[in-house]
């Protein structure tokens, strides 16, 4: 029972960050836009801020259950042990994941440069690059369900 309750609190948490992935890009695309109308840019910068630090709690909540389901049965009884051979699937996705919080990171250093005045990339270019993680999840999403090796 307990398993259930870790994994769903696991995929909420993924849901809530996932949604701060999706938006800090827009938030940015919406500053390069904003021009020099600094009322703007400062409301988006501070959008962006509060977004950033709730996507890395919502990391962090989502990254402690699933580290938790990941040992299963090695730290309470009854729950699978994910680490273990035929589990190549769960590898390849936490390496997504991994390049998924990279992505969010650097963000978060766009934000940073943006909040200082300096340039960030065009809306042109965090349009492209706001498709990156979709494509991301989609993989992980697969990997997740069809756990193909």
Known sequence: MAYFWIKTAHVVFVMAWMASVFYLPRILINIAEAGDVPAVRERLVLMGRRL?????M??????????????????????????????GWLHAKIGLV????????VSG?????????????????????????????????????????
């Open 98 to 105: 991994i390049v998924m919080l990279a992505f969010f990171i």
């Open 58 to 87: 919502m990391f962090g909540f989502a990254f402690a259950l699933g580290l938790l389901l990941a040992l299963g049965g090695k730290v309470i009884a009854g729950m699978p042990v994910w680490f273990a051979p035929g589990n």
């Open 109 to 149: 250093r766009w934000l940073k440069r943006a909040a200082r005045g300096e340039a960030i990339p065009t809306s042109r270019t965090l349009r492209i690059i706001n498709e990156v993680p979709v494509l991301l999840l989609v993989v992980i999403v697969y990997l997740v369900l069809a756990k193909p090796f």
């Open 52 to 56: 950033y630090r709730f996507g890395h």
